[in-house]
Nanobody
Framework: QVQLVESGGGLVQPGGSLRLSCAAS????????MGWYRQAPGKQRELVAT???????YYEDSVKGRFTISRDNAKNTVYLQMNSLKPEDTAVYYC?????????????WGQGTQVTVSS
């Protein structure tokens, strides 16, 4: 079972930036299709960005042009660079491997990292 540990969240003003990290255990991390999800208060968890093992990326429309997902297979880590943050980006952010084609999470969730965008 792969364990996932997210970090890098915090409180930031609108227009600010944060970089989230997700460290994954397991020697075959490089083979996984990885994604960042988020869950805002009172809402369902949603998938906002994905990256294939070869580096092809996909973004949900609300974050396109502002967020960048990347990965370092040597470090078993996936990142989410978030720029031009908006209050509606406030959520707990989680990473997970993504099961295709359903785009559902493959492993148990980590603890997530809280992102709060507020002035």
């Amino acid at each position: 079972q792969v364990q996932l540990v997210e970090s890098g969240g915090g409180l930031v003003q609108p227009g600010g930036s944060l970089r989230l990290s997700c460290a994954a255990s397991g020697s075959i991390f490089r083979l996984y299709f990885m994604g960042w999800y988020r869950q805002a208060p009172g809402k369902q968890r949603e998938l906002v960005a994905t990256i294939t093992s070869s580096g092809t990326t996909y973004y949900e429309d609300s974050v396109k042009g502002r967020f960048t997902i990347s990965r370092d297979n040597a470090k078993n880590t996936v990142y989410l660079q978030m720029n031009s943050l908006k209050p509606e980006d406030t959520a707990v952010y989680y990473c997970n491997a993504v099961r295709m084609p359903a785009m559902t999470p493959l492993f148990s969730w980590g603890q997530g990292t809280q992102v709060t965008v507020s002035s």
